[in-house]
């Protein structure tokens, strides 16, 4: 079955940096759209960024745009998200979503895969 595994997470200062790995299995990695999504107690779990098939095409929120990079490695089944500048805001849980897709997805529920988050934790 699939699997996402996130890695990476942490306790880092404001204007720091952390890299999350997402390794996935049982899929055919170049197939599948990815996404990561965060989630903050009491808030939605929101899209922070998103990649197509071949890294060919990118989305980020707006709150992250110029501060986040999401790459992938297909020969390696793994997507990254380099966090830099971080502020306390980003403070959430962050999800690997995949989606077996040729273009961008960027809403939620279009998502069937799902890791099981990593805490990113930026302290003031």
């Known amino acids: 079955q699939v699997q996402l595994a996130e890695s990476g997470g942490g306790l880092v200062q404001a204007g720091g940096s952390l890299r999350l790995s997402c390794a996935a299995s049982?899929?055919?990695?170049?197939?599948?759209?990815m996404a990561w999504f965060r989630q903050a107690p009491g808030k939605e779990r929101d899209i922070v960024a998103a990649?197509?098939?071949?890294?060919?095409?990118?989305y980020y929120a707006d709150s992250v745009k110029g501060r986040f990079t999401i790459s992938r490695d297909n020969a390696k089944n793994t997507v990254y998200l380099q966090l830099n500048s971080l502020k306390p805001e980003d403070t959430a849980v962050y999800y690997c979503?995949?989606?077996?897709?040729?273009?961008?997805?960027?809403?939620?529920?279009?998502?069937?895969?799902w890791g099981q988050g990593t805490q990113v934790t930026v302290s003031s």
């Open positions: 049982g899929l055919t990695f170049s197939s599948y759209c």
């Open positions: 990649i197509s098939r071949y890294g060919t095409s990118t």
């Open positions: 979503a995949a989606e077996f897709y040729g273009g961008i997805l960027t809403i939620r529920e279009r998502y069937h895969y």
